[in-house]
C-alpha cells in the first residue's frame, strides 16, 4: 500500500446545524464528547495516514487552536484556509488543496464520521483511478449523494437527483485518488471553475463527470461504521455509533 495523505474539507459553517454552528464549525461539533475532526484525524493516523491536509473557512481560528493543543508535535497536520467558503461550496475548496493532490491522496467531507478500519478497507481496494466509498440501504432521501453502479462496480454517476429506479448505493463521502485519477481530478477541477457558476458545485460533480470516462470504482464499506451530519438528529445518531465504539475499545 502506498503512503497516501488526506485532504478534509472543512471550510463551511453547517447552517443546518444553527444554533450549534451559530459561532463554531460543523467539524468542532463533539460526537461522543469528541470533535468531529478529531474523530477523523485519529481514524486517519489510526490508518496509517500521517500527511493530513485541513482546508478551513468559518471560525478558522478555532480549528488552528484545537490543532496546536493536540497535535502541535505533528508537522504533518496542517491547515489551508479557504477565505471564500461563504461564496463558494467545496469544489472550491478542492482547487484551493490542489498543491497537495500530487500523488495518491484521500478525500474526505468534514461532516464525515469514519472508523479506521472503513478507511482500510478503501486504502486496500482494487487499484483504480478514483475509487468512491459506498455504502446500501433500502431507501435514500433527497439529502443523499446517490451513486448508480455498473455491474462492474464501476460508478456510472453520482449526484443528488439519480432517478430512483437507477439508485444503487450511496456516497459515504470518502474518495480515493491513485495515480492517473489525481491528475484527471486536477485538470477536471480547473477546467470547471473557469466557469463562475461552479463556484456553486460540490467536487462530486466532477467525479460524477470522470465516471462518464470510466474512471471511478467504488468500493463497498457496508457494515463499517460513518455517520455524515447534516442535521442535529445526525449528531445524536453519530454518538450512538461511535459511543458504542469508545466503549467496546475501552
Given at each position: 500500500?502506498?503512503?497516501?495523505?488526506?485532504?478534509?474539507?472543512?471550510?463551511?459553517?453547517?447552517?443546518?446545524l444553527?444554533?450549534?454552528?451559530?459561532?463554531?464549525?460543523?467539524?468542532?461539533?463533539?460526537?461522543?464528547?469528541?470533535?468531529?475532526?478529531?474523530?477523523?484525524i485519529?481514524?486517519?493516523?489510526?490508518a496509517?495516514?500521517?500527511?493530513?491536509?485541513?482546508?478551513?473557512?468559518?471560525?478558522?481560528?478555532?480549528?488552528?487552536?484545537?490543532?496546536?493543543s493536540?497535535?502541535?508535535?505533528?508537522?504533518?497536520?496542517?491547515?489551508?484556509?479557504?477565505?471564500?467558503?461563504?461564496v463558494?461550496?467545496?469544489?472550491?475548496s478542492?482547487?484551493?488543496?490542489?498543491?497537495?493532490?500530487?500523488?495518491?491522496?484521500?478525500?474526505?467531507?468534514?461532516?464525515?464520521?469514519?472508523?479506521?478500519?472503513?478507511?482500510?478497507?478503501?486504502?486496500?481496494?482494487?487499484?483504480?483511478?478514483?475509487?468512491?466509498?459506498?455504502?446500501?440501504?433500502?431507501?435514500?432521501?433527497?439529502?443523499?449523494?446517490?451513486?448508480?453502479?455498473?455491474?462492474?462496480?464501476?460508478?456510472?454517476?453520482?449526484?443528488?437527483?439519480?432517478?430512483?429506479?437507477?439508485?444503487?448505493?450511496?456516497?459515504?463521502?470518502?474518495?480515493?485518488?491513485?495515480?492517473?485519477?489525481?491528475?484527471?481530478?486536477?485538470?477536471?477541477?480547473?477546467?470547471?471553475?473557469?466557469?463562475?457558476a461552479?463556484?456553486?458545485?460540490?467536487?462530486?460533480?466532477?467525479?460524477?463527470?470522470?465516471?462518464?470516462?470510466?474512471?471511478?470504482?467504488?468500493?463497498?464499506?457496508?457494515?463499517?461504521?460513518?455517520?455524515e451530519?447534516?442535521?442535529?438528529?445526525?449528531?445524536?445518531?453519530?454518538?450512538?455509533?461511535?459511543?458504542?465504539q469508545?466503549?467496546?475499545?475501552?
Open positions: 500500500m502506498n503512503v497516501v495523505k488526506a485532504i478534509i474539507l472543512s471550510a463551511g459553517q453547517g447552517r443546518r444553527l444554533p450549534l454552528t451559530e459561532n463554531s464549525p460543523k467539524c468542532l461539533l463533539p460526537v461522543a464528547d469528541k470533535p468531529v475532526l478529531i474523530w477523523q485519529e481514524a486517519l493516523l489510526d496509517n495516514v500521517d500527511e493530513i491536509i485541513i482546508v478551513a473557512g468559518f471560525q478558522v481560528g478555532l480549528i488552528e487552536a484545537l490543532l496546536q493536540r497535535y502541535a508535535d505533528y508537522d504533518n497536520i496542517k491547515i489551508v484556509f479557504n477565505p471564500f467558503y461563504e463558494a461550496d467545496n469544489l472550491a478542492c482547487w484551493l488543496a490542489r498543491a497537495a493532490m500530487d500523488g495518491d491522496f484521500l478525500l474526505l467531507n468534514g461532516d464525515t464520521v469514519i472508523e479506521s478500519a472503513l478507511i482500510s478497507q478503501v486504502l486496500n481496494s482494487p487499484l483504480a483511478p478514483i475509487t468512491l466509498s459506498v455504502d446500501f440501504k433500502k431507501n435514500y432521501d433527497a439529502d443523499d449523494m446517490k451513486v448508480q453502479l455498473n455491474g462492474d462496480g464501476l460508478v456510472k454517476q453520482v449526484s443528488k437527483i439519480v432517478p430512483p429506479d437507477q439508485i444503487d448505493a450511496e456516497s459515504i463521502g470518502l474518495t480515493y485518488f491513485r495515480e492517473a485519477g489525481a491528475e484527471n481530478f486536477v485538470q477536471a477541477l480547473d477546467a470547471a471553475l473557469r466557469h463562475p461552479e463556484l456553486k458545485s460540490w467536487y462530486l460533480s466532477i467525479i460524477d463527470k470522470l465516471a462518464g470516462q470510466h474512471l471511478v470504482n467504488s468500493c463497498s464499506v457496508a457494515g463499517y461504521r460513518w455517520c451530519i447534516d442535521f442535529i438528529e445526525d449528531l445524536a445518531r453519530a454518538g450512538m455509533i461511535f459511543g458504542q469508545r466503549a467496546s475499545n475501552g
